[in-house]
Nanobody, 123 residues
Framework: QVQLVETGGGLVQAGGSLRLSCAASGRTFSSYAVAWFRQTPGKERDVVAAISWGGSNTYYVDSVKGRFTISRDNAKNTVYLQMNSLKSEDTAVYYC????????????????WGQGTQVTVSS
């Protein structure tokens, strides 16, 4: 069982930065792949970035490549999403999710979810 808690969301101007954190409970967190998803009203939850259990492999959706960086510190049971050069279209609720084994980009493949954190980018 893994419990996830996201923090770090907020209101930022376009061009600014935020760092989201996803803190996990559970001794075997290092065995889980983790992904960040985001969702806006009326739309599906889409993957933003994902990271393998060891941190050596990462994935980014095209729209955030070069701006967002996903990383993890397994000693702290935490995954981060550094978001730079934010745009108004990045406004969404951001969720972290975890699954055993390799990462995937489909939200339906993840077993554990945080409660979400709102990111609002003003233009």
């Amino acid at each position: 069982q893994v419990q996830l808690v996201e923090t770090g969301g907020g209101l930022v101007q376009a061009g600014g930065s935020l760092r989201l954190s996803c803190a996990a409970s559970g001794r075997t967190f290092s065995s889980y792949a983790v992904a960040w998803f985001r969702q806006t009203p009326g739309k599906e939850r889409d993957v933003v970035a994902a990271i393998s259990w060891g941190g050596s492999n990462t994935y980014y959706v095209d729209s955030v490549k070069g701006r967002f960086t996903i990383s993890r510190d397994n000693a702290k049971n935490t995954v981060y999403l550094q978001m730079n050069s934010l745009k108004s279209e990045d406004t969404a609720v951001y969720y972290c999710a975890a699954k055993m084994g390799v990462y995937r980009i489909g939200y339906e493949l993840y077993d554990y979810w945080g409660q979400g954190t709102q990111v609002t980018v003003s233009s």
